[in-house]
């Protein structure tokens, strides 16, 4: 048969991809033709039409709302969350195949129509999900579009302390915050590192100032899709102005989002129906957002966020040692999964934070968080090569892969041991994972950049601690998984070991 399919995940960063190479492996194997469109942060590129065309079935392995859902109608289809695609595409693509044999299909484009000039939600929330879900799904959203300009942001922030300490010496990180704007851009010299500071540290000021109005602009366009991202916006940057910052981007984000939902579902004559969406919502909406914010609750909200900044730069010693356990447990728990986006989330809105010092615990807690989701991919690669017996080929063929992906940050590379070995391989890396978050907090290393692993390694601060902290827990997951498995033989080990050996030509007696 011929499948289509789309991936898709809050994040739109590992899952898409894993679950488009899953699918199409998998596809391969049964003797299927799958062809995946990965609706990713790097963008998509679209299906050509005349493979969807041909194709007997679609395959939605989305956690969002698949863009342009009309191209599929009228073909059986089977709908599930991305993680089901990447451990288990065997059974996705099986129940697609039985979805064809049925024939159950896509509305028609004529009845899907309708369905998507209402609106409705960009967040994939199914009716049957329950609240929790929903709110995941919707803050997955914002914060999805929020880690590009965290990413540009930090790192040049982070670069342009780096230079400037070069060029003006110890002080540098406080010179370069002070050198105003307008001096920059009438004297800028070419040759100048104190000038070349000065840009990238603007300029990442610059992509940082989008922060919290993207946050919030994207929840609400999660919950009510193009009506919610003009008041979701205004709301995150009403919340900078008063102070809010993140916790009141949050807020607004939600109060924009079901305030454009509520007002675009408004039953009004014909006449007034084609000014709604450009006049009356995005006006109502954002007045309405702002209300609140300017008089009602953007005080309180930056007040209790006063609070929570006073609260981590006030940590020291074992606590922060045991809040990096934490977070490093956190990571480490579901490979990529709602706890550990909990953990990063935490770490990238801190960093949004206005006012930190240059050596502000939110940089810390950044680290910790970067180390420890380093630790479970790095640690199964090291198993797979010192104890190649307890696993499968293709686990071993995993491994190689999860090096880089390690390297990278990129907790994921360890979810197809996870998903093969789940008790052995969470316990494994909750321990070496929660021991890299105490240690990095112990060194003091410290992060700007919310994302690279070892390729922003120039921007952290004590890099050999921080190395070495990744070292520890990596060499401690890897022994624990090793001496779980070696407890009791995996059966798909043995029957690959049985077959090998099987295959083996017997040894032929030497003649003389």
Known sequence: MKFVAVSSCPTGIAHTYMAAEALEQAGKAAGHEVHVETQGAAGSTPLDPAIIAAADGVIYAADLEVQHRERFAGKPFVDVGVKKAVHDPTGVLAQAVAAVEQGPAEPTAASAAPAAAA??????????????????QWLMTGVSYMIPFVAAGGILIALGFMIAQAAWGETGAVEVTQVPVADLISSFSITSGQDWAVLLFQTGGAAFAFLVPVLSGFI????????????????????????????????????????????????????????MPVVVTPLLSSLVTGFLMFVVIGRPIANLMDGLTSWLNGL????????????????????GGPINKVAYTFAVTGLATEGLATDAVQYRIMAAVMAAGMVAPLAMALATFVRKQLF?????????????????????????????????VIVSSLVGSSVTGALTMAVGSGLRAPHGGVWVLPLISNPLGFLLAVAVGTVITAGIVVVLKGLKPNPLVQAERAADAAATPAAQPAVA
């Open 392 to 424: 499968t080929h293709a686990e071993q063929e995993n491994g190689k892969a999860a090096v880089l992906l390690g390297l990278s940050f990129i907790s994921e590379g360890a979810i197809p041991f996870g998903a093969a070995d789940p008790w052995r």
């Open 119 to 136: 609106g409705g939600p960009a967040t994939r929330a199914d009716a049957g999900a329950g609240v929790g879900t929903r709110v995941r």
């Open 316 to 335: 020291s010693g074992s606590n922060l040692i045991l809040m990096g356990a934490l977070l490093g447990a956190m990571m480490g728990f579901d490979l």
């Open 220 to 275: 609400a366009y999660g919950i009510a899709d193009r009506p919610g991202l003009v008041p979701g916006f205004v709301g995150g940057s009403i919340s900078v102005l008063v102070g809010a910052g993140f916790l009141g981007g949050l807020v607004t984000g939600f109060v924009a989002g079901f305030l454009a939902l509520w007002i675009s579902r408004w039953r009004v004559p014909k006449g007034v129906r084609g000014v």
